[in-house]
């Protein structure tokens, strides 16, 4: 039986909040928050959290997605990739007393990761499956950014990273990246 108050609920948004809650609660999901670098540009940062799965494949099983699925819908498998990176990455920072943050400004410049050090350092990491083009794509990215920061205020990026799903080895380019 159901009361007229528990439609109530469920249209005002509140059962959906309980969800996200319950599943933070059970370790399902994770959010990764806003990262605010002091900058030259006056673009407004977003400042909302980004969530993400502790586990990428609790959705392709849930969508019974398989490995043929994905690999015909290059766009989707790039986001399972990301939340795959993503989860990896909060692995490294942790083991470098670090954090994880995304970065999103009102210009439409975003930055996947930032590997933010406790002791000031960070990283500038753009996340791509692969191919010359999204490389490329990632690095004007990351240099965008990375010519934002005012670094009077804080210090310069560490490093700026493309982190591919498909390549051959690592590697830094002339322009740093």
């Not at 959010?31 to 407004?44: G, Y």
């Not at 990176?85 to 007393?97: E, I, K, N």
């Not at 009102?106 to 350092?121: I, K, T």
């Not at 960070?122 to 965008?144: F, H």
Request: proline fraction near 3%.
């Amino acid at each position: 039986m159901v009361r007229k108050n528990d439609y109530s609920k469920a249209s005002s948004g509140e059962t959906i909040s309980d969800y996200v809650d319950a599943l933070k609660k059970l370790f399902v999901l994770e959010d990764m928050p806003a990262w605010n670098p002091n900058l030259r540009s006056k673009a407004a940062i977003q400042s909302s959290d980004t969530r993400y799965f502790v586990d990428p494949s609790i959705t392709t099983s849930a969508l019974s997605l398989g490995p043929k699925d994905l690999i015909n819908d290059l766009r989707t498998f790039g986001l399972y990739f990301e939340s795959m990176a993503v989860r990896d990455l909060r692995t490294y920072a942790d083991a470098l007393s670090g954090d994880l943050y995304h970065y999103r400004d009102s210009s439409g410049l975003e930055c996947d990761a930032v590997l933010h050090r406790r002791n000031g350092d960070y990283g500038l990491i753009e996340i791509k499956l692969g191919g010359k083009d999204n490389i490329e794509k990632g690095a004007e990215t990351l240099k965008g950014l990375a010519d934002k920061i005012d670094t009077d205020k804080m210090k310069a990026p560490s490093f700026l990273m493309v982190l591919i799903g498909v390549g051959q080895y690592a590697y830094r380019r002339p322009d740093g990246v």
